[in-house]
């Protein structure tokens, strides 16, 4: 019997993993780990989003199975925060579907859409459900390198070109994850028009929707172009807006032929997230949205603590405009140490995790990810740690070989 699965043979090992497990050991020991790994909010959950969770678990019959699109409820919630929002109105019944996450509904619209050998483009660097997601149901990525919004478009040209079969698919991720960076509508008017001449789907991740710092500038959404429920898709997700994580609840809207896929997959595997989760999200979309306003001025002040104390500490991180991570280079120096060996000696001398940019892809080489999940006077604290690491190590050592 063979001990290589054929799904597991096609993902590599976890990146990520490797600086998890120090950081694992360490504690053990006793270590304080300021950890700006992984993207896991840390602001509490508003009151009454808890409090309408506690309400509604109390009456029986919402312990029962739930509803493997979402409540209907929910559903209507989704379609009045995107027609707020956006300007952009959704049909409850045909053009959304609550998911268990984004990375979920991610990881299921490849299941759905995707035959063997289907080529989908993906931007590289990008956060690995991306690809990976389509790689474990049987498809082929072809990566577009995306330091920027232009230089990912300027590379989708040549990659349909250099794909056979064509692309049945391509994913878009603003404000983007891990890189920060944000677009315009007429970024997406360009990929909406791209799809359609060549008859490819589009799938939008935009889990940061309500984490920008330029407030007369939100990120717009790709269902805001004329048209694009013609070919797209969008992913959203409560976990970061209301610091929900845990609670797994997301959404896909738009197209319809899409939106059905999905649901059809999930009723064979799925029967939603517990009711009482649905309620108090929509509970979370209905009610007052100050929280979401404090919550954004929280990470805004995290970020400008970041930036302004690595800065002095001899760390040059460039400063996010949207998103809840900084997209930083290695420090001058230390650039042929790699981002992999980078993250791992400076949680080993400076108990300052951050996510190795080559977990996001081999374009993500040469930096790191910096989640803003750790308070003002923890920032300040790992930047006196990073500062006397960097001098310390002024001149590392280069990599074997």
């Known amino acids: 019997m063979t001990t290589d699965f054929h799904k597991i043979r096609r993902l590599p090992p976890y990146v990520f993993e490797e600086v998890n497990k120090l950081k694992a050991r360490l504690r053990a020991k006793g270590d304080d780990i300021i950890d700006f790994g992984m993207g896991n909010p840390d602001l509490p959950v508003p009151p009454h989003i808890v409090e309408k969770l506690v309400e509604t678990a109390r009456k ?7 509803a493997s699109r979402g409540i209907p409820g929910l559903r209507r919630a989704m379609a009045g925060y995107y027609e707020r929002r956006f300007g952009v109105k959704l049909n409850p019944d045909t053009e959304i579907v609550s ?39 049987g498809g082929v990525i072809r990566g577009v390198k995306a330091h920027s919004p232009e ?33 315009d509508l007429d970024f997406y008017k360009e990929v909406i028009a791209f799809a359609k001449k060549h008859d490819i789907f589009v799938i939008s991740d935009m889990a940061y929707s309500e984490i920008y710092f330029e407030d007369n500038n939100p990120p717009p959404s790709i269902l805001q172009v004329d048209g694009a429920k013609d070919v797209a898709i969008e992913v959203n997700t409560l976990s970061k807006t209301y610091s929900m994580a845990g609670f797994r609840v997301g959404f896909a809207l738009g197209n319809a032929r899409l939106i059905a896929a999905l649901a059809r997959v999930k009723s064979y595997l799925d029967y939603g997230a517990y009711t009482p989760i649905q309620v108090a999200a929509a509970a979370a979309l209905n009610g007052p949205q100050d929280c979401v306003r404090e919550m954004r001025e929280i990470y805004r002040t995290r970020r400008d603590v970041l930036i302004d104390s690595f800065q002095k500490a001899g760390w040059d991180v460039p400063s996010p405009r949207a998103s809840m991570f900084a997209w930083a280079p290695l420090p001058a120096g230390f650039e042929e140490m790699g981002s992999l060996e980078f993250s791992k000696r400076l949680v080993e001398e400076a108990g300052v995790a951050v996510a190795p940019g080559v977990g996001f892809g081999e374009h993500g080489e040469g930096f790191v990810r910096i989640a803003l999940v750790e308070n003002e006077q923890r920032i300040r604290q790992a930047a006196r740690a990073v500062k006397k690491f960097l001098g310390d190590n002024a001149a590392p050592k280069r990599k074997a070989g």
């Open 151 to 183: 230089e990912y478009l300027s590379g989708l040209g040549r990659a349909v070109a250099h794909s056979v079969p064509p692309p049945m698919a391509m994913i878009v991720c603003y404000p983007g994850n891990p890189t920060s960076q944000v677009v």
């Open 99 to 137: 998911t268990l996450g984004s990375k979920e509904g991610f990881a299921n619209i490849a299941q759905a859409i995707t035959a063997p050998g289907d080529v989908i483009i993906a931007p590289n660097p990008s956060y690995p459900i991306h690809a990976f997601g389509f790689i474990m149901a």
């Open 60 to 66: 029986p019959r919402t312990n029962r199975y739930s």
